[in-house]
């Protein structure tokens, strides 16, 4: 973690484009930099997944994580919930905060949400797709069920709590509904339309996201660059955040090469400074709130437990004097 972070101030809105609503969560340290960066997440996740991603952006920009319809305890919208009605709802939160060339990150079939606003906007520049799926070689449910479970086991305890949590609020009704579209996206063949600059990023272990579809994505992309974070599985952008911020940065520089592998060390979330019972019961406080608050459709609830998880972040990792 960076030794003059700021403390994050913590806002949570919602966007509404006719019966969607997208939750933005808004990140922000007072950073001036000129850049913003907009998170998207996986199928049935929730912005929760970038809680150390986002207070690292924003030491360099505001950021905007995104909680689309149907995910995060958001209503669904009774839309057909692909990728490009998704994708409506990013290029409406851009729109809406007059955005320009905001960094766009997605992970998982948040790449696929990406991918499909940079095959629409020439103007964006740059952008971080961060574990893409599907593999079309392996675009049948029972196989990408196989993949994630390898992915899995090389995952954290905290990693599984978020992913349970996030997965119970978005109900499994709608994650299958919407889990056939995410299936037939074919990124492969969506990834050239754009024109920003991809950075493709994956774990060693990261089974539904292999080399072989970052070597297909990069050889199509109008310009890229993939790096592999050793150690990590799937879950990346949350395990490894320390990893994932320095390769965007150095990538919305134009300062990293064009492929690259980074060591677990230099890119794994580190214990946190200032860890002791009190930290992890309030941590865990917060995000019981936070979901009872997004189980109870209470915006207000929801924005006040984030802010507090922020807080207590910030007071684990702050640096010592």
Partial sequence: MPDDSRPVDVQVETFHRGPARTRVT???????????????????????????????????????????????????SGEHPTPR???DQVEGVIDHYGLADPVLIGHSMGTQVVTEVLARRHDLSHAVLVSPVVDETEANALLQAVRFA???????????????????LCGFLYFFETLPH???????????????????IRGEFDRPSPRRLHSRLVARAASGRRW???????????????????LTMSHVRDELSSKGR???????????????????????????????????KDEHGVERAKARHARVL???YRPSR
Avoid: K
């Fill in 85 to 87: 009605f998704f994708a």
């Fill in 150 to 168: 390898q992915s899995t086991v090389r995952e954290s305890v905290h990693i599984a709590l978020l992913a349970v949590s996030a997965y119970l």
């Fill in 314 to 316: 910030w007071n684990a």
């Fill in 262 to 296: 980074m060591p677990a060390a230099d890119a794994a979330v580190p214990p946190a400074a200032h860890a002791d019972v009190r930290m992890v019961l309030g941590a865990m406080a917060s995000r019981l709130a936070e979901w009872v608050s997004a189980a109870r």
């Fill in 26 to 76: 808004r990140v922000g340290t007072g950073a001036t930099t000129g850049r913003s960066f907009v998170l998207v997440a996986g199928i049935g996740v929730a912005s929760t997944y970038f809680e150390f991603l986002a207070p690292l952006l924003a030491e360099e920009g505001d950021v905007y994580a995104l909680d689309l319809p149907g995910f995060g305890g958001v209503p669904a």
């Fill in 182 to 200: 995410m299936l037939r996206y074919r990124i492969s063949d969506r990834i050239g339309a754009g024109r920003a600059t991809v950075l493709l």
């Fill in 228 to 246: 592999e974070i050793e150690g990590a599985a799937h879950c990346v952008v949350n395990s490894h955040a320390v990893g994932v911020a320095r």
